[in-house]
């Protein structure tokens, strides 16, 4: 995606985007009070993205949120250059009861590379719900209709919902065309489906110093505005479709201004998860009529 800029980061006279800085009580109680229209409806969502872009971390970061204290749950690992998560793997969040989980789920799945990652076709079976829980991706064969692991009859709630796209700001200059070109490929299959898409943008204190000191500078920062610019043109994703987070992997107690990104993002995917759900049950109404 070219070259990286070094120059100073220019900060902007007022912010391009809003966001409520001090309604996260409000973005919070949305994503507890959620619940689709149909009773047992679950919504799923798929991350995606290259190796070590933060999709694990971005679970936990959500569920630390919901949790209100620091939460591991899906295992993310900060040495290896592989993709730390090899199997297909869905992550239900408990609410304050047991045995009683919010109506949204996330699933995981192994990083994209051009040598050892996971496979577009195997991706693309898991937008259709092809893909059990627990299947062991193989970046050499994709799966086939005689595994196990492969879902012959997906229901609804087996299929995807919204496909989120996780990828690092501070890296978004080194993405080979070869990675570019397996993005775009697993976006237009979303499409086809009629799969809403969203993309969180991590690690946006390692790409700009700024940012680091004053999280709340992200959308009065020219440089970061740019990159963004840059994504939605090399991927083809709306720029009202990005949205930058910074999840937890170092701290030990939770940071309200990161809370509010990572909510404002939550609160996009769920409403764009929920009219997918309702615009495919609309049309399986009129074709059951006509």
């Keep these: 995606m070219g070259g990286d800029s070094s120059k100073p980061a220019q900060t902007l006279s007022k912010p391009w985007r809003d966001i409520n800085w001090e309604d996260k009580r409000g973005e919070l109680q949305f994503l507890k009070n959620y619940k689709p229209q149909t009773e047992g409806q679950q919504l799923r ?25 620091m939460y591991v749950q899906a295992l993310a690992d900060n040495i290896s250059h592989d993709s730390f998560t090899k199997k297909y793997t869905t992550y239900k969040i408990q609410k304050d009861r047991p045995n009683t989980f919010y109506p949204f789920v996330f699933n995981d799945i192994m990083g994209l590379d051009p040598h050892k990652g996971v496979l577009v076709e195997d991706v ?33 709630n087996d299929k995807v919902q919204v496909l989120v796209l996780v990828i690092c700001a501070d890296t978004l200059h080194c993405l080979s065309d070869t990675i570019v070109k397996e993005l775009q490929e697993i976006r237009a299959a979303a499409s086809d489906l009629e799969i809403p898409q969203v993309t969180i943008l991590t690690k946006i204190d390692q790409a700009c110093p700024e940012i680091k000191k004053d999280i ?75």
């Excluded at 969502?45 to 204290?69: C, E, T």
């Excluded at 693309?124 to 692991?149: C, M, R, S």
Aim: glycine share 6%; hydrophobic share 30%; aromatic share 10%.
């Design 216 to 290: 709340r500078k992200v959308y009065k920062l020219k440089y970061m505005k740019e990159k963004m610019e840059k994504l939605s043109a090399e991927i083809g994703i709306p720029m009202n479709c990005i949205f930058p987070v910074k999840n937890y992997h170092e701290e030990i107690s939770l940071n309200s201004d990161t809370d509010s990104l990572i909510l404002n993002a939550m609160r996009q995917i769920i409403t764009w998860g929920e009219d997918h759900i309702r615009f495919k049950q609309s049309q399986s109404a009129r074709s059951d009529t006509a």
């Design 45 to 69: 969502i798929l991350l995606y993205g290259p190796v070590g872009a933060g999709k694990s971390s971005f679970i936990n970061s959500v569920q630390s949120v919901l949790h209100d204290r």
């Design 124 to 156: 693309k079976l898991a937008l259709k719900g092809h893909v059990k829980d627990g299947y062991t991706f193989n970046p050499d064969t994709q799966i086939t209709e005689n595994d196990p692991f492969y879902n012959r009859s997906p229901t609804s």
